[in-house]
C-alpha cells in the first residue's frame, strides 16, 4: 500500500519538465507560422500603402489602385476557378479509380506518374502550354466559336492563337491535379472500414458504396486538397504570364477569344522589372489584394463544408 | 406484441415490400473452407441451418465464427487475397454460382456488426432507409414515415428517438445504435440475418433488449448468431454450432451442431464439454 500522501507529492521534474517542454515547443512553432503570416500581410500592408493610396504615377497609367486592381483580381480568381472546375473532378476520379477500382499495382503505377508531374517545374508547364496546347486547342476555339457563340462563355471572335485564359486554366488543372489527387487519395482509403461494410451488407455496390460511406466522410478531405490547388493556380505566375496574351482592365468572362483578363501574379512578374517608387508599391498592395483573395476563400469554402455537414 | 404486428402487416410495408410471410428460408454449408491468403481460417464445415429460427454459432477466440458467417452473405471475399471453397445454398441455389451476384446475396442476408456502424452522416430516419434506398424500392409517400416507425417501433426504438428522427444515427448511445443497425436489417426484409457479437460492446440493459430482438426476430426470419457468451446462446437460440480451433495458425472445425438443449446438457464430445465447463478458449 502507497501511503496516502503520494498524492500530494509532485510528480518527477523531468516528467515535468519534458511536458512542459513540448508544450511549449508546439506553441512556438504555431507562433512561428502565424507571426510569419502576420508579418508578411503587415509588410506588404505597409509598404503597399503608397500605391493603395496614389493618384498618379500608377503602373498603366491607372486612374487609381481599385481600377488596376479589380480587373487583376478578378483574372487570377476567374483563371484559379476555371483550373479547379477542370482539375476538381479529374482528381476525385483518379483517387476513386487508385483506391476503389484499379488493382493495387495500377494505384500505386497511377500515383508514382502523378507524382513526377508534380515535381515539373512550372515554367516548363507554361511552355508545354504556350507551345504544344495553345496551337491544337486553337481549332478547338474557332468550333466553339462557330457553334456556341450565344452562349457568353464562347463569345467571340476565337483566339487564332489559342493563347486563352482556358488554355492557362487547363495547364494550371494539370499542374494542380497531382498534390490534388494524392490528397482525396489519401482521405479516401481512410473511409473507416465499418462503414464500408455497413453499405456492402446492405448490397450497395461499389458506387454505392462511394456514395453512401466514401464521399460522406471524405468530403472535408477533398475540399482541403482543392483549396490547396486554388492557393497555388490563384498564385501561379509563369503559366499565367506565358500562356495569357493579356488585354489591360479586362474583365470579362470568354473563355476562347484573345482579350483576356491578366492575373496578379503574372502582371506583378511582368510590370516588376521597369518599377519605381509608387509603381513597386502598387505592385505590393496587388500582393496583398492576392494574399486576401486566398484567405477570403479558403475560410468560405470550409465554412461551406461545415454548414453542409453529411449532405451533398 | 407491436414487434409482430410491425413485421407481419403489409400495409405497413409497403406493397410489393412486405416479405412473404410463408417463406422458410434455409441455408445449406457444404463442406466449406474460407482462407485468408494460403493460410484457411475455417475448414470443411458442413450444417444446415433450420429456417424462422435462431442458430448460435459458439466457440473460442480465434476459431473462425466471423470469417464463416461473413462468407454466407459473401463478405468475406471483400478483404483482399481472402477465397472460399465450397457451396453455401440459400434455398437450394449456391450463393457461389458464378451468375450469382454478390450484390443481391447481400441485398437478401442481412448482417448486423460487432461494433454498431450507422452511417455516420445519415439521420437515424435516413439510416433506417438506407437499404430500402439502395435497392430502388418504390414507397407510397406516407409508406416511408410508416416503414421508419414500424421497424423502429419492432426494435423498441420508436418512443426514445420519435421526436429526433433527423439527428445523426452516431448521437445514440451504443445500444440505440445497434437497434438502429438491426432496423435498418430489416426494413428491406431479408430472408436470412446474420449477427456478429451483437452485443460485445453493449452494457447489460441494452444486452437483454436486443437478446430479447434476437428471440422475436427468430419467429420470422433465420437468424444466425455469433456469441462468445454461452449463457446468451443457451437463451436466445434452438440449435448451436461449436467451433474450435487446434492452436494458432491452425484453421478451425466445426466440432458439434445440434439442439441448443442437447447440446449443452449432453454434449457428445469431449471437446465441447471441456469448452461449456470453462475448461479452454
Ligand atoms: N482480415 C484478415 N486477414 C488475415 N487473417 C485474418 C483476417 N481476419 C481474421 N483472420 C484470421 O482468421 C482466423 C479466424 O478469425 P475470426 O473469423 O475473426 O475468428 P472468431 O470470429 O471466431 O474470433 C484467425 O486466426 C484470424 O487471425
Ligand atoms: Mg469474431
Request: charged share 15%; hydrophobic share 50%.
Amino acid at each position: 500500500m502507497k501511503p496516502a500522501d503520494t498524492l500530494l507529492t509532485p510528480r518527477p521534474a523531468r516528467e515535468r519538465v519534458r511536458d512542459a517542454s513540448a508544450r511549449s515547443a508546439v506553441t512556438v512553432a504555431g507562433l512561428i507560422g502565424l507571426v510569419a503570416l502576420a508579418g508578411v500581410a503587415v509588410f506588404l500592408g505597409v509598404e503597399g500603402w503608397p500605391g493603395l493610396t496614389a493618384r498618379t504615377g500608377l503602373p498603366l497609367q491607372a486612374a487609381n489602385f481599385w481600377a488596376l486592381a479589380w480587373p487583376l483580381a478578378f483574372g487570377s480568381f476567374w483563371a484559379a476557378v476555371l483550373g479547379l472546375g477542370l482539375a476538381v473532378p479529374v482528381a476525385i476520379g483518379v483517387a476513386l479509380a487508385q483506391t476503389w477500382y484499379v488493382p493495387r499495382w495500377a494505384g500505386r503505377f497511377l500515383g508514382a506518374t502523378f507524382d513526377i508531374l508534380a515535381a515539373i517545374p512550372s515554367v516548363v508547364y507554361g511552355l508545354w502550354g504556350l507551345m504544344i496546347i495553345a496551337p491544337r486547342l486553337a481549332p478547338v476555339y474557332a468550333w466553339l466559336g462557330a457553334h456556341l457563340s450565344w452562349c457568353p462563355l464562347f463569345a467571340g471572335p476565337p483566339s487564332a492563337s489559342g493563347r486563352t485564359i482556358l488554355t492557362a486554366a487547363l495547364v494550371l488543372a494539370v499542374m494542380v491535379l497531382p498534390v490534388m489527387a494524392a490528397l482525396c487519395r489519401e482521405v479516401f482509403a481512410q473511409t473507416p472500414r465499418t462503414t464500408v461494410e455497413a453499405a456492402l451488407a446492405l448490397g450497395a455496390t461499389r458506387w454505392e458504396v462511394i456514395r453512401l460511406a466514401v464521399w460522406p466522410t471524405g468530403k472535408a478531405g477533398v475540399v482541403s486538397g482543392a483549396m490547396l490547388g486554388f492557393g497555388r493556380a490563384v498564385g501561379e505566375t509563369m503559366v499565367t504570364a506565358m500562356v495569357i496574351s493579356p488585354a489591360p482592365f479586362l474583365v470579362g468572362f470568354g473563355l476562347i477569344n484573345s482579350t483576356n483578363p491578366n492575373t496578379i501574379a503574372a502582371f506583378i512578374a511582368q510590370t516588376f522589372p521597369e518599377s519605381h517608387g509608387v509603381e513597386v508599391a502598387t505592385l505590393l498592395a496587388l500582393g496583398l489584394v492576392l494574399f486576401v483573395i486566398t484567405f477570403v476563400v479558403n475560410v468560405v469554402a470550409r465554412r461551406i463544408v461545415r454548414a453542409t455537414g453529411g449532405r451533398v | 406484441m407491436t414487434f409482430e404486428l410491425a413485421l407481419r402487416a403489409p400495409e405497413l410495408t409497403g406493397a410489393g415490400h412486405g416479405r412473404d410471410d410463408t417463406a422458410n428460408h434455409r441455408l445449406a454449408v457444404v463442406g466449406l473452407t474460407a482462407s485468408y491468403g494460403r493460410s484457411p481460417a475455417i475448414t470443411e464445415v458442413s450444417l444446415s441451418l433450420e429456417s424462422r429460427s435462431v442458430t448460435a454459432f459458439i466457440g473460442p477466440s480465434g476459431c473462425g465464427k466471423s470469417t464463416l458467417l461473413r462468407t454466407f452473405n459473401r463478405l468475406h471475399e471483400v478483404t483482399p487475397g481472402a477465397r472460399v471453397t465450397g457451396a453455401v445454398r440459400l434455398d437450394g441455389i449456391d450463393l457461389y454460382d458464378p451468375r450469382v451476384d454478390p450484390v443481391t446475396v447481400r441485398r437478401r442476408i442481412g448482417m448486423v456488426f460487432q461494433r454498431p456502424n450507422p452511417f455516420p452522416t445519415l439521420s437515424i430516419r435516413d439510416n433506417v432507409l438506407a437499404g430500402i434506398r439502395l435497392q430502388y424500392r418504390r414507397l407510397r409517400p406516407s409508406g416511408a414515415d410508416e416503414l421508419v416507425e414500424a421497424m423502429l417501433t419492432a426494435v423498441g426504438l420508436w418512443d426514445e428517438v420519435k421526436d429526433c428522427l433527423g439527428r445523426p444515427g452516431i448521437s445514440l448511445s451504443g445500444g440505440q445504435q445497434q437497434r438502429l443497425c438491426i432496423a435498418r436489417v430489416i426494413a428491406v426484409a431479408p430472408d436470412v440475418i446474420l449477427m456478429d457479437e451483437p452485443c460485445s460492446s453493449l452494457d447489460p440493459v441494452s444486452t437483454a433488449a436486443i437478446e430479447e430482438l434476437m428471440v422475436n426476430l427468430g419467429r420470422d426470419y433465420t437468424v444466425v448468431v455469433v456469441t462468445h457468451n454461452l449463457q446468451q446462446a443457451a437463451r436466445v437460440s434452438r440449435k448451436t454450432a461449436f467451433f474450435t480451433v487446434a492452436g494458432a495458425g491452425e484453421p478451425g472445425r466445426l466440432v458439434e451442431y445440434g439442439d441448443t438443449a442437447g447440446l449443452f446438457s449432453a454434449p457428445s464430445k469431449a471437446q465441447t464439454a471441456d469448452y461449456l465447463a470453462g475448461r479452454f478458449g
